[in-house]
Nanobody, 130 residues
């Protein structure tokens, strides 16, 4: 069975940091682009960041650029999201998702829609509050 198990969320004060992890299993991890998508309460999902299958290219939403860093360890089948300088508006459930390196070539933009991805995880809650 395919699993994407996100973890590392929690409650943090503004300006603080968190490191999210997403452990993958059941598919060939190193041929998939890995993405983080967020969904704040009462709002639509937003694409946050993506990393290429080979670990060579990273992409960020403008809202997180310079504060978040995506990385992956293909030996551990895990993708990470280092979140620094957190703001209350970063409060959301964060999901990890996978799309094959072939399918991603059809993307005209970075999608937050679950249907655009091959695999989707269960999410981890991040709350930024004093």
């Amino acid at each position: 069975d395919v699993q994407l198990q996100a973890s590392g969320g929690g409650l943090v004060q503004p300006g603080g940091s968190l490191r999210l992890s997403c452990a993958a299993s059941g598919f060939v991890f190193n041929i998939y682009y890995m993405t983080w998508v967020s969904q704040a309460p009462g709002k639509e999902r937003e694409w946050v960041s993506c990393i290429s299958s080979s670990n060579s290219r990273t992409y960020y939403a403008d809202s997180v650029k310079g504060r978040f860093t995506i990385s992956r360890d293909n030996a551990k089948n895990t993708v990470y999201l280092q979140m620094n300088s957190l703001k209350p508006e970063d409060t959301a459930v964060y999901y990890c998702a996978a799309v094959s390196s072939i399918a991603v070539k059809t993307f005209s933009t970075w999608y937050a829609n679950k249907d655009e991805y091959d695999y989707w995880g269960q999410g981890t809650q991040v709350t930024v509050s004093s």
